[in-house]
C-alpha cells in the first residue's frame, strides 16, 4: 500500500511564501512523476506542477516564475515553494505521484488528502 502524506499549508498574506511537502511511503518499487495540483471551491482540479525522477518541470501558467518544484529521490518526496502568492491561488492542494508498486509492473495514480492553502488579508 501506498500513501502520499502533504505538509505545509496554511494562510499567508498576498505577496507572501509557503512550501509544500509531500512524501511518498509504503511498498514502492519506482516513482516516475510527482507534483502538485489545486481545486479551489466551485472549481475544477487544475494542474499546478509536475516534475520527473530526471527532473524535468512542468509548470501551469499562471504560476510561472512564482513556483518552484523540486524533488529528493531519495526520499520519494516533492516539494512546492510557492512565492509572491496571490488570493487567486488559494486552494486545496493535492500531492500525485505516478509510479509502480513493487511486485507489480504498471503505473498507478496516487493522490494525497489535501492541504489548504489561503492567501488572504
Known amino acids: 500500500q501506498v500513501q502520499l502524506v502533504e505538509s505545509g499549508g496554511g494562510l499567508v498574506q498576498p505577496g507572501g511564501s509557503l512550501r509544500l511537502s509531500c512524501a511518498a511511503s509504503g511498498s514502492i518499487r519506482s516513482i516516475n512523476s510527482m507534483g502538485w495540483y489545486r481545486q479551489a471551491p466551485g472549481k475544477q482540479r487544475e494542474l499546478v506542477a509536475t516534475?520527473?525522477?530526471?527532473?524535468?518541470?512542468n509548470f501551469a501558467d499562471s504560476v510561472k516564475g512564482r513556483f518552484t518544484i523540486t524533488r529528493d529521490n531519495a526520499k520519494n518526496t516533492v516539494y512546492l515553494q510557492m512565492n509572491s502568492l496571490k488570493p487567486e491561488d488559494t486552494a486545496v492542494y493535492y500531492c500525485?505521484?505516478?509510479?509502480?508498486?513493487?511486485?507489480?509492473?504498471?503505473?498507478?495514480?496516487?493522490w494525497g488528502q489535501g492541504t489548504q492553502v489561503t492567501v488572504s488579508s
Open positions: 516534475i520527473t525522477s530526471g527532473g524535468t518541470a
Open positions: 500525485n505521484a505516478l509510479l509502480i508498486e513493487t511486485g507489480r509492473l504498471f503505473l498507478y495514480n496516487y
